[in-house]
């Protein structure tokens, strides 16, 4: 039987645990696994494009377990009151194929990118750090805020976006988080002027400049969430060719971050280097670091290790029939029949 977590249950497993600890705890996960980086079977994800949007699937395995992520990203669903981005994922035995989760992931994945941002950053922001500003108030902007927040003592954000509900939204729902300051700005120099980190979480699929040279500060940490296709990019490229840039894996970041307005051979550095010690996260004080984030399947895998982790722990999850289990292995056209229905003569599926 296979552990089925729906939307419903992984808001339960996150509200059981509450949601800056399970930030916190996922970040472990993913620090794990990247710390494991030469056991995974690493390759960018299939994406199939439209005009609308993209859908691509995003998998990885180590050897014992396989993973994948089918998500999307249909920037012009907002307008339709749908989401942007939604996923669902699926974590399998490598040496039987039988899937073993089949889980949401929409949730998950907002969880697993903050956390993901919010590890990065402890080695790349400079020492002392204690504002952020967040443009692109969206469905993650929270997560985002929550993670810093919680692993790095972000204690003021400014936020902006284009639409000033979102803000709103925003702020209220981070009232319940005392020593957490939102301040809503007016502007995107408003909201990066002073800021130690900057996160950029936008949706359009186009090629926009959020952020100019302009607006860069010595010492700023710039975490670049929203750029994930061919064909759209947040930062402008003065920014990425005077910064020290960070990715999760060099080839897929090629195709779809920011760094692909940039020429082939331009320097980047993988996190795991850092995450196992090789190289050092901020190398000087002033230095302008970025993460050229575009979230990678060995994330996904974390998420979905945690999740499974979590709601056995919890009991919450149910055992789906996702795989038959016919008597005869070798007779599944006998699961058409009503007789062995009837008589009780399918295995038991333990």
């Known amino acids: 039987m296979t552990l089925f977590i729906d939307?419903?249950?992984?808001?339960?497993?996150?509200?059981?645990?509450?949601i800056r600890q399970a930030i916190r705890e996922m970040a472990r996960y993913i620090e794990a696994d990247y710390l494991r980086?030469?056991?995974?079977?690493?390759?960018?994800?299939?994406?199939?494009?439209?005009?609308?949007?993209?859908?691509?699937?995003?998998?990885?395995?180590?050897?014992?377990?396989?993973?994948?992520?089918?998500?999307?990203?249909?920037?012009?669903?907002?307008?339709?009151?749908?989401?942007?981005?939604?996923a669902f994922g699926v974590l399998a035995d490598v040496h039987s194929g039988y899937p073993t989760l089949l889980s949401e992931l929409t949730?998950?994945?907002?969880?697993?990118?903050?956390?993901?941002?919010?590890?990065?950053?402890?080695?790349?922001?400079?020492?002392?750090a204690s504002s952020m500003a967040i443009i692109g108030n969206g469905a993650q902007s929270e997560f985002q805020a929550l993670a810093?927040?919680?692993?790095?003592?972000?204690?003021?954000?400014?936020?902006?976006?284009?639409?000033?509900a979102a803000s709103l939204k925003l702020k209220q729902n981070l009232a319940a988080f005392p020593g957490l300051r939102v301040i809503i700005a007016d502007s995107i120099?408003?909201?990066?002027?002073?800021?130690?980190?900057?996160?950029?979480?936008?949706?359009?699929?186009?090629?926009a400049t959020i952020l100019?040279?302009?607006m860069v500060e010595p010492g700023m940490?710039?975490?670049?969430?929203?750029?994930?296709?061919?064909?759209?990019?947040?930062?402008?490229?003065?920014?990425?060719?005077?910064?020290?840039?960070?990715?999760?894996?060099?080839?897929?970041?090629?195709?779809?971050?920011?760094?692909?307005?940039l020429e082939a051979d331009f320097p980047v550095t993988e996190f795991f280097r850092i995450a196992q010690g090789e190289v050092p996260g901020r190398e000087r004080t002033d230095q302008v670091t970025v993460f050229d984030s575009v979230g990678f399947a060995l994330e996904d895998f974390?998420?979905?290790?945690?999740?499974?982790?979590?709601?056995?722990?919890?009991?919450?999850?149910?055992r789906i029939h996702l795989v038959p289990t016919p008597a005869n292995i070798k007779n599944l056209y006998q699961l058409l029949d009503p007789q062995p229905l009837r008589a009780g003569h399918l295995r038991s599926a333990t």
């Open 37 to 86: 980086w030469a056991e995974f079977d690493k390759s960018p994800r299939t994406a199939n494009h439209s005009p609308n949007g993209v859908i691509e699937l995003m998998p990885t395995d180590d050897g014992q377990q396989y993973a994948f992520k089918y998500v999307n990203g249909h920037p012009d669903n907002g307008q339709n009151d749908l989401l942007t981005v939604m």
């Open 302 to 318: 974390s998420s979905l290790r945690y999740l499974q982790d979590l709601a056995r722990q919890h009991s919450i999850g149910e």
């Open 107 to 128: 949730l998950t994945t907002a969880v697993r990118t903050a956390a993901t941002s919010a590890l990065v950053a402890q080695s790349l922001a400079r020492p002392g």
């Open 189 to 207: 120099q408003e909201a990066v002027k002073g800021a130690h980190i900057v996160t950029t979480v936008t949706a359009d699929k186009a090629y």
């Open 212 to 214: 100019t040279p302009d």
């Open 148 to 164: 810093f927040h919680e692993m790095l003592g972000i204690d003021e954000i400014r936020v902006f976006d284009i639409d000033r």
């Open 221 to 261: 940490h710039i975490n670049a969430v929203g750029g994930d296709c061919p064909g759209k990019t947040e930062l402008h490229a003065d920014i990425l060719r005077n910064a020290r840039v960070i990715v999760e894996f060099e080839p897929q970041t090629r195709i779809e971050g920011d760094i692909q307005q």
């Open 7 to 18: 939307v419903d249950q992984a808001a339960r497993l996150f509200t059981t645990v509450g």
